[in-house]
Nanobody
Framework: VLLTESGGGLVQAGGSLRLSCAAS????????MGWFRQAPGKEREFVAS???????????NYADSVKGRFTISRDNAKNALNLQMNSLKPEDTAVYYCNTNPPRSAYWGQGTQVTVSP
């Protein structure tokens, strides 16, 4: 399994970024996926998750800290997972990772750095 994150960068508070994750080596369409992040000096934490499609619909869940600001989505045709991040705050600064949900230790990639300046 290979998960490759992209789309991070430096943005001012209040700005937006869209992260993407390209997945290979797994049956993506039938796998629940998630975004996680790790800030400097902190443990990795859950950000958002999305279930596989059931009857054409996916279920999403968000950490309270990002609810209403972040939107997770998936494109099964492209084996891609996305995270639209709006109204970014300095406390969103972290390395962002995608993984299955629940995550598997062997699947962690390099992540993508998101830095939000005040």
């Amino acid at each position: 399994v290979l998960l490759t994150e992209s789309g991070g960068g430096l943005v001012q508070a209040g700005g937006s970024l869209r992260l993407s994750c390209a997945a290979s080596g797994l049956t993506f369409s039938s796998t629940a996926m998630g975004w996680f992040r790790q800030a400097p000096g902190k443990e990795r934490e859950f950000v958002a998750s999305i279930s596989s499609l059931t009857w054409g619909r996916s279920t999403t869940n968000y950490a309270d800290s990002v609810k209403g600001r972040f939107t997770i989505s998936r494109d099964n045709a492209k084996n891609a997972l996305n995270l639209q991040m709006n109204s970014l705050k300095p406390e969103d600064t972290a390395v962002y990772y995608c993984n299955t949900n629940p995550p598997r230790s062997a699947y962690w990639g390099q992540g993508t750095q998101v830095t939000v300046s005040p």
